[in-house]
C-alpha cells in the first residue's frame, strides 16, 4: 500500500528565500506523482505533474523532480513570496488507472 | 465545461438526513474521483470511476455512502443518515486518464448538525 509522507508539517520562512518542500513515498513503483497548492477554505490547484517518464518538471519558479529509486520528490520555489503561502500537497499515481495517494500536505508562510 | 463543477458549494443539514452531491467533471474526462478531506486531515479517497463503472470502491466508509454516474459524465455521492463525523468537504477530481494529471473542482462543505 502506497504511503506518502510530507514532513514538516508546517514552514515558515522569510520573503524571497530560495526553499525546498519535500514528499516521500514507500513504493518506489510510483506511477506518477502530482504536486497540488491548496489555499484555506479552497479546493486544489496542480502546480506540476511528472508523468512515469519524466524526471522533472518547472513552471515559472516552481521546479519538480521525481527519484523514483530513493522514494522521493521535491518541490523547489524560488525567491518566495507572501503570495506563495498555502497548503503544498505531493500525491502519487500507483498505475494508470489506479488513485492518487496523497500526503497530508505542507503549509507554507511566506513573511513580508 | 471548462472545469470541475461541484454542486452546493456548502450545505447544512441535520442529523438523520439524506444528501446528495454532485460533480460535473471536465468534458470528455473518462476517470472521476470523489475524495473527503475532514478539519485538519488529509485527503481520505472514497470510489473511483471510469465511464459509468466504479472499479474501486474501496474508500466509502459506511454503506450510508452510495456514489452512481451516469453517461460517462455527471456522478452523485449519496451520503444517506447523516452522522456529525461525516462534517467534512468532498473533493471531485476528473481526469483524461490516470496519468495526465487530475483537476479538483472546489468541493462541497457539508456541515452535519
Known amino acids: 500500500k502506497q504511503e506518502v509522507t510530507q514532513i514538516p508539517a508546517a514552514l515558515s520562512v522569510p520573503e524571497g528565500e530560495n526553499l525546498v518542500l519535500n514528499c516521500s513515498f514507500t513504493?518506489?513503483?510510483?506511477?506518477?506523482l502530482q504536486w497540488f497548492r491548496q489555499d484555506p477554505g479552497k479546493g486544489l490547484t496542480s502546480l506540476l505533474l511528472?508523468?512515469?517518464?519524466?524526471r522533472e518538471q518547472t513552471s515559472g519558479r516552481l521546479n519538480a523532480s521525481l527519484d523514483k529509486s530513493s522514494g522521493r520528490s521535491t518541490l523547489y520555489i524560488a525567491a518566495s513570496q507572501p503570495g506563495d503561502s498555502a497548503t503544498y500537497l505531493c500525491?502519487?499515481?500507483?498505475?494508470?488507472?489506479?488513485?492518487?495517494?496523497f500526503g497530508k500536505g505542507i503549509t507554507l508562510s511566506v513573511r513580508p | 465545461g471548462a472545469g470541475v463543477s461541484q454542486s452546493p458549494s456548502n450545505k447544512v443539514t441535520e442529523k438523520g438526513k439524506d444528501v446528495e452531491l454532485r460533480c460535473d467533471p471536465i468534458?470528455?474526462?473518462?476517470?472521476l474521483y470523489w475524495y473527503r478531506q475532514s478539519l485538519g486531515q488529509g485527503l481520505e479517497f472514497l470510489i473511483y470511476?471510469?465511464?459509468?463503472?466504479?472499479?474501486?470502491k474501496s474508500g466509502l466508509p459506511s454503506d450510508r455512502f452510495s456514489a452512481e454516474r451516469t453517461g460517462g459524465s455527471v456522478s452523485t455521492l449519496t451520503i444517506q443518515r447523516t452522522q456529525q463525523e461525516d462534517s467534512a468537504v468532498y473533493l471531485c477530481?476528473?481526469?483524461?486518464?490516470?496519468?495526465?494529471?487530475?483537476?479538483f473542482g472546489s468541493g462541497t462543505r457539508l456541515t452535519v448538525v
Open positions: 477530481a476528473s481526469s483524461l486518464a490516470g496519468d495526465r494529471g487530475y483537476t
Open positions: 513504493d518506489s513503483a510510483i506511477y506518477n
Open positions: 511528472i508523468q512515469s517518464s519524466q
Open positions: 500525491a502519487g499515481l500507483a498505475g494508470a488507472n489506479s488513485k492518487l495517494t
Open positions: 468534458s470528455g474526462h473518462t476517470a
Open positions: 470511476f471510469q465511464g459509468n463503472s466504479a472499479p474501486d
